[in-house]
């Protein structure tokens, strides 16, 4: 359908009647962007899962033979599944209404008002206006350009601003870093260039996780061990048990069921989940859900002084005039500055506040240059009383004066306590000349009071204290931000280096960066280049701001962390999102991150030793000929008491240690000697029952005595896994060995789950066979531990 040409696109945008139209015609933002998958995508991924249908099978197949004591598992499954749907659905109502708190909402002009709407309402010739670090969400034709420049990198990859004038296009997911204007959607909905990106950037999503690729590595290789041991204990089992086919499907479902970790992916998802809702709760949006555990892996954390260390606003402590210029003189420059920029940033708000403009000022404000991160300075030509025009500039010292200038010296003692410290200078030269700072005239010095966040030492201390290094990067003065981090306690504040006299080579970069820690007149390219050098060093980084100038760094670091308040660019690349605007969240971050991927690690272990042990079972008894030694409910019993209840707890509680690399090599190094370990004592004491029990009824005592076994085995590897010890955990590990002795001593459950100990002989020599198998383990940990150190 076609539409006006972009000149004649009106800037005081549509009327309520063209909105309306333009929606009936579909003509609107429409592109689904969703903080979380759908209920059905939910409910599918849960259910539909290929250990799953393994396990509905074999359930299926004991409903058929009976009794329904040996399809429990199935049960517990079905539990477990409800219990990570219900889960999920709790995080995606928690990710739902925590983005719409921190949506975009950009102004759009109607009926010749500004008014702000969500990005899903804006239609097609929409004028949307633009600030510095407003994101632009559908494509669209500059309609009014006030020295607007736009950053593309995140589109085109090219670093450097583009000065875009009126009739130039814009393109979804670029946005603004310096100057203003407006411009007219072409291209609204799914044809917006950026709309599938922006979609996916913003879901909720396990992919590119190194804890779930482990885990999937895991299962992949238990599936590799599954077939060929399930495929022999079908065959040995019906040869075995041939005069009793309903009994060999038994013992072979058995056999099959605890080779499955299917609880391993669902605690997972569980443990994801629950973090989610307590981040949540604290106000912190996880756009992307592995940033939970990448922020535990971090060693290096970037912090952008301005809006993470300091709060956003400022207070004008002093205007000291300079080279015998008088103050009131000084206030109206600064009073006629401030006028000329419709989008203040926070230091220019600050000098508007303290000078304001009135009617009767004696001076014109003419073409306004805004504020910079690159430039490191702002300015505007402005007319005097006697008719002359002149540029002004207003900006760093060190940057608008040569090294040598004397005034750098009292700017440098001001930097030292902490103080912001920016420069009011008169220009030789016109102002978009590329020299324009050459040869300037200082005329007074503004002197800024930063506001320190009352929670940035604590935050601070916290990541000291896990060994995380605090690395400062900010555009202000280096001495500035060394006497800013100095009273917050950093480590090395009081060695501030300037990122000018960084070397340009990325090794060497890295090396200094590491010495170092605090950084200033960092450009917004350098904070990237900066991260980059961190990361070729084997750093995990992450990199926390709240503007524009922080993009590029927060985009290309492991982890980025934006403020809530911070601009819609930063929050669109940030896979974390702080709402509360406190630094002081970080820390319960890293502690969920950390809860989710050590305790991961321990029920990791718990289930792969299961599955060893089963496999091991397995193919013994199809070695020796023999009936697999248990029956479904037997391993449900002891999976639920050694594995499933512990599990679910250790999975959930707090856990302080830092994340370490190499997931599926930890995992395997213990649970494979420790599944063997089991595996082995179990069926020796089974054979050995076998040889103690010569009557022909007697299958439920071996099978009562190799329970009995496995049962004490794998409680000792839970009491290993499950250090250190707290008093909750000592008493989880009790609680478990209790519901197991109620039980065998119950004679209503012993009738239930078919366990009958016999005589004294076995239950002890089950007993002395775990007692030997307990040293074996504590010694295959001492090795793993002593041999892979953490």
Same mark, same amino acid.
């Given at each position: ?142 309609? #009014? ?455 991961? #690690? ?189």
């Amino acid at each position: 359908m076609l539409t006006e040409e972009p000149a004649a696109r009106p800037a005081t945008g549509l009327t309520s009647a063209q909105v309306a139209e333009r929606v009936a015609r579909g003509q609107v933002n429409d592109v689904p962007v969703r903080s979380s998958r759908s209920t059905v995508d939910i409910i599918r991924a849960n259910v539909l899962t290929r250990f799953n249908a393994i396990i509905g099978v074999l359930f299926a197949i004991i409903l058929v033979v009976g009794p329904i004591q040996d399809g429990l598992f199935g049960f517990v499954i079905i539990a477990n599944t409800g219990i990570g749907i219900v889960q999920e659905l709790r995080a995606k109502r928690t990710l739902d209404n925590l983005a719409v708190i921190g949506e975009a909402r950009p102004s759009v002009r109607r009926d010749g008002r500004s008014v702000q709407v969500p990005t899903d309402q804006i239609v097609l010739d929409d004028v949307v206006e633009l600030g510095p670090g407003d994101k632009v969400v559908v494509d669209g034709t500059i309609v #009014e350009a006030d020295n607007l420049e736009i950053d593309e990198s995140l589109l085109t990859g090219e670093a450097d601003p583009v000065v875009k004038q009126v009739g130039d296009p814009v393109m979804s997911g670029s946005f603004v870093v310096a100057g203003g204007g407006s411009f007219a959607a072409t291209k609204v909905g799914r044809e917006a260039y950026a709309a599938q990106l922006a979609e996916e950037a913003s879901r909720f999503t396990l992919v590119h996780s190194e804890l779930r690729s482990g885990i999937d590595t895991i299962l992949r290789y238990t599936i590799y061990m599954m077939i060929p041991a399930a495929t022999g204990l079908i065959i040995s089992q019906l040869f075995v048990e041939s005069s009793d086919f309903e009994e060999a499907i038994r013992r072979m479902v058995a056999g099959i069921v605890p080779m499955v970790p299917e609880g391993l992916v669902l605690l997972t998802s569980v443990a994801f989940a629950i973090g989610v809702i307590r981040l949540g709760r604290k106000q912190c949006l996880v756009q992307e859900l592995p940033a939970i555990e990448g922020l535990a892996r971090v060693d290096v954390v970037c912090l952008d002084k301005t809006g993470t260390l300091t709060e956003g606003g400022m207070d004008v402590s002093e205007i000291r005039p300079l080279g015998g210029a008088d103050e009131p003189y000084a206030r109206e420059i600064l009073a006629a500055l401030g006028d000329s920029d419709p989008r203040p940033n926070a230091s220019l708000q600050a000098i508007i506040e303290e000078c304001p403009a009135d009617e009767s000022s004696r001076w014109l404000t003419g073409d306004a240059l805004p504020f910079s991160s690159a430039r490191k300075y702002s300015g505007a030509r402005l007319t005097g009383p006697d008719n002359r025009t002149e540029s002004w500039l207003l900006g760093a010292p060190d940057v608008l004066l040569p090294p040598d200038a004397p005034e750098l010296t009292e700017t440098d003692d001001l930097n030292a306590q902490g103080l912001r410290v920016l420069l009011l200078a008169r220009a030789t030269r016109d102002l978009h000349d590329p020299a324009v700072t050459d040869d300037t005239e200082p005329v007074a010095l503004v002197i800024l009071e930063q506001r320190l966040r009352p929670d940035a030492a604590d935050t601070l201390r916290y990541f000291a204290d896990q060994n995380v290094a605090a690395k400062v990067l900010s555009g202000d003065n280096a001495v500035s931000v060394g006497a800013v981090a100095g009273k917050l306690d950093l480590p090395g504040a009081d060695t501030p280096v300037d990122a000018r006299r960084l070397p340009d080579d990325k090794n060497e970069m890295g090396k200094a960066i590491e010495r170092g820690a605090v950084f200033g007149r960092v450009t917004p390219q350098q904070k990237r280049d900066m991260v980059g050098a961190l990361q070729a060093r084997g750093h995990d980084v992450a990199m926390t701001g709240d503007g524009v100038n922080d993009v590029l760094a927060l985009k290309d670091a492991d982890i980025g962390v934006a403020m809530g308040s911070g601009s819609e660019a930063t929050k669109s690349v940030a896979q974390i999102v702080l709402l509360n605007n406190s630094f002081a969240t970080l820390p319960s971050v890293v502690a969920e991150g950390r809860r989710v991927i050590g305790n991961i #690690e321990r029920v990791a272990t718990l289930f792969l030793t299961k599955t060893v042990y089963s496999v091991l079972i397995a193919i013994l008894v199809i070695i020796w000929q023999v009936p697999y030694p248990f029956l479904p409910r037997h391993l449900t019993l002891l999976s639920a008491f050694t594995i499933g209840i512990p599990a679910f707890f250790l999975a959930l509680a707090p856990n302080k240690e830092r994340a370490k690399p190499r997931f599926v090599s930890r995992v395997i190094r213990y649970a494979m000697p420790a599944g063997l370990i089991a595996g082995a004592a179990t069926f020796v004491c089974y054979l050995l029952a076998r040889a103690h029990y010569t009557g022909p009824d007697d299958l439920d005592a071996e099978t009562s005595a190799a329970t009995l076994t496995l049962f004490l085995i794998a409680m000792w590897v839970l009491v290993i896994v499950a250090r250190p010890y707290t008093w909750w955990r000592v008493a989880l590990v009790a609680t478990m060995a209790a519901g197991f002795l109620v039980v065998m001593i119950t004679p209503v459950l012993q009738e239930f789950f078919r366990l009958r100990l016999v005589g004294l002989t076995m239950p002890l020599t089950a007993a002395a066979i775990a007692a030997c198998a307990a040293v074996l383990l504590e010694l295959a940990w001492h090795v793993v531990s002593r041999r892979f150190p953490a």
